[in-house]
């Protein structure tokens, strides 16, 4: 069975640092895309962070870029994201979400951004970032 195991989230202040885990098991690590997204209290759902495990590319929303930072362990199974220059807007529930690429094969995406955070198929339970002002 697949599964995704997101950890790290806390209480920070604004301008502090966290680092969230996301420990995957289930499928080939190396063969796929992983992904951070968050929800806010009565907010949709928003991107922040996707990797393709096997060439590191990473891809961000203007909204995280330059402070947040995604990176695998691959012996490890895991995904880091480490988040820096926090602010309150930050708060959220996490949440990390895989897919193996091969399940994507034949489907079309107008671009890599989208084709690493909309293929996502299997999720974990979220980990909640609070971020003091």
């Known amino acids: 069975d697949v599964q995704l195991q997101a950890s790290g989230g806390g209480l920070v202040q604004t301008g502090g640092s966290l680092r969230l885990s996301c420990a995957a098991s289930g499928f080939t690590f190396d063969d796929a895309f992983i992904g951070w997204f968050r929800r806010a209290p009565g907010k949709q759902q928003e991107d922040v962070s996707c990797?393709?495990?096997?060439?590191?590319?990473?891809y961000y929303p203007d909204s995280v870029k330059g402070r947040f930072s995604i990176s695998s362990d691959n012996g490890k199974n895991t995904v880091y994201l480490q988040m820096n220059s926090l602010k309150p807007e930050d708060t959220a529930v996490y949440y990390c979400?895989?897919?193996?690429?091969?399940?994507?094969?034949?489907?079309?995406?107008?671009?890599?951004?989208?084709?690493?955070?909309?293929?996502?198929?299997?999720w974990g339970k979220g980990t909640l970032v609070t971020v003091s002002s």
């Open positions: 979400a895989a897919v193996d690429k091969r399940a994507l094969m034949g489907k079309k995406f107008a671009n890599n951004y989208d084709r690493c955070f909309y293929g996502l198929n299997y």
């Open positions: 990797i393709s495990i096997k060439d590191g590319a990473s």
